[in-house]
């Protein structure tokens, strides 16, 4: 199994004044204080961030980009943030709040988001893959972290 793996989903949002808002929110307020403790606890990723995807022309936000590499496979990565990191599950909910393509069946209220749902929406939006991920060193989080 290879050790480090990536996330790059992109999340198309709503081009209203609310949802370019809240994304500028989320990525201003991305790299707290808040965030590092989330994702320090669950000790499996190497590196998150979020990016703004500007419309073509110019003007306010097409989507909102989010890419990590982490330890282990996809599903156990989404499950520490779906049941130990309500954090980081809060933010996710907050992108499938803003995602402009929804099913019209979808799910609005986040109580309603089962782990399903809620992985589903990140593995359908991950235009990343295994193979896709150079990456320079072997260990994982926790044994560099251990090292340091």
């Keep these: 199994m290879q050790p480090v793996n990536p996330l790059t989903m992109y999340v198309p949002i709503y081009q209203t004044s609310q949802a370019q808002e809240a994304a500028k929110f989320a990525y201003e307020n991305f790299n707290s204080p808040i965030t590092k403790a989330s994702l320090d606890k669950m000790a499996i990723v190497h590196y998150a961030r979020i990016a703004l995807v500007p419309n073509s022309n110019g003007e306010g ?34 992108l499938i709040s803003l995602w ?9 209220k986040p109580e309603d988001i089962t782990f399903t749902i809620f992985s589903n929406f990140i593995n359908d939006r991950n235009v990343s893959k295994v193979a896709d991920l150079y990456y320079a060193y072997p260990q994982s989080v926790k044994q560099i972290v251990a090292k340091f």
């Design 61 to 94: 936000i097409a989507g909102v980009l989010v890419i990590t590499e982490f330890d282990g496979n996809m599903n156990s990565y989404l499950e520490a943030f779906y049941k130990n990191s309500d954090t980081i599950k809060t933010a996710f909910l907050v």
């Design 100 to 108: 402009a393509n929804k099913p019209a069946n979808f799910p609005t």
